[in-house]
Structure formats: structure tokens, C-alpha cells
């Protein structure tokens, strides 16, 4: 039986810079690490990082609305812009933004090129 979610995770090419990043940018709690795999709390979520043995991660096929194949990490922000300055600053690629009648989307690459979205609801 199904019990719950376990984790979301993304592949890394330097595990180091990779939670570095994570905590610096979303506020995540690293809860267990070694070279291969870390373990990072959100929100009541679990966002593993996978090490890909310090080679470079393959981009998947995407746009300005993010990933065309497999799943991406949707975050809730309350401040799109603040965090748009802060995901720049600390080196994330921003690969598009939008605004619509169901909110405002930010979408960006981690360090690793992996796409993650943050959007700010309008319902």
C-alpha cells in the first residue's frame, strides 16, 4: 500500500555545491548526505539530489514554461520578483516568466541545468 510521498529528487553533478545551493535558495534542511545522495526537507516534502558521479547532467528538452518530459518541482512564493533576484543571484538560469489569469510562474534551472518552477497562485 501506498503511504505517502517518499521524495522528489534531481540528479547534481557536485553534491556540495548542490545543497549549497538548495538551502541557500529555498530555505531546504539537509537531514541526511554523503557523495551520492542527500536528503533535503521543504515544507513537509523530502528533495533528494542525486550525485551523477561529477559528470555533467543532461539537459532535458524544455521551454519558456519549463520541462517537456519527466516531472518538475512546482515551489508556492509569496514574492515572485524577491525571489527571482535571489535564485539570480545565486547563479540559477531563468528560462522564462508569465503572468495569466491563475498567477505568476517563474521558471529557472538549478546549477545542475534541472528546470523547477515557482509560481504565486491567484486562487
Known amino acids: ?23 541557500a535558495a529555498f ?11 542527500t536528503s533535503l526537507t521543504l ?22 514554461h519549463g520541462a517537456k518530459t519527466g516531472g518538475t518541482l512546482t515551489l508556492k512564493s509569496d514574492n515572485i520578483p524577491e525571489d527571482r533576484a535571489r535564485l539570480e543571484k545565486l547563479g540559477s538560469t531563468i528560462i522564462g516568466e508569465s503572468k495569466t489569469d491563475w498567477g505568476h510562474m517563474l521558471v529557472f534551472e538549478d546549477l545542475d541545468g534541472n528546470i523547477l518552477n515557482l509560481q504565486h497562485p491567484s486562487y
Open 43 to 64: 515544507h513537509g516534502i523530502t528533495i533528494g539530489l542525486h550525485g551523477n558521479n561529477g559528470s555533467p547532467v543532461e539537459k532535458v528538452p524544455r521551454n519558456e
Open 27 to 37: 530555505g531546504c534542511k539537509k537531514v541526511f548526505g554523503d557523495e551520492y545522495w
Open 1 to 23: 500500500m501506498i503511504t505517502g510521498i517518499q521524495n522528489f529528487h534531481y540528479y547534481v553533478q557536485n553534491m556540495e555545491r548542490a545543497v549549497e545551493f538548495y538551502c
